[in-house]
Nanobody, 128 residues
Framework: QVQLVESGGGSVQAGGSLRLSCAASEVIYSRYCVAWFRQAPGKERAGVAALYGSESTFYADSVKARFTISQDIAENRVYLQMNRLSPEDTAMYYC??????????????????????WGRGTQVTVSS
């Protein structure tokens, strides 16, 4: 079972940037769909971005053109570069992965119940 560990969260002012990192315990390239989800207080967990193989497969409308998902294949890491952050981006961010039907899992809509493996999350707080 792959283990996922997120890092890179923190507190920033609106307009700032953060880069989240998800470190996997095994090779994930072309084996897993890897996605970022986020959950704000009082809200449901929602998909942010996903990646399978060498291509990003999903971005939530609210983050398009601001967030970029990428990977370091050699390091088994997936990143989420977040630019032009706003207070609405404040949430706990989770990395998730699945090797069961990774292609369909990575396709829109991104459904959290299709992901078997989860990290513990990293908090992102954006102040106005």
């Amino acid at each position: 079972q792959v283990q996922l560990v997120e890092s890179g969260g923190g507190s920033v002012q609106a307009g700032g940037s953060l880069r989240l990192s998800c470190a996997a315990s095994e090779v994930i390239y072309s084996r897993y769909c890897v996605a970022w989800f986020r959950q704000a207080p009082g809200k449901e967990r929602a998909g942010v971005a996903a990646l399978y193989g060498s291509e990003s497969t999903f971005y939530a409308d609210s983050v398009k053109a601001r967030f970029t998902i990428s990977q370091d294949i050699a390091e088994n890491r997936v990143y989420l570069q977040m630019n032009r952050l706003s207070p609405e981006d404040t949430a706990m961010y989770y990395c998730a992965a699945t090797s069961r039907a990774p292609g369909p899992a990575c396709a829109p809509p991104l459904i959290s119940t299709e992901f078997r493996f989860w990290g513990r999350g990293t908090q992102v707080t954006v102040s106005s």
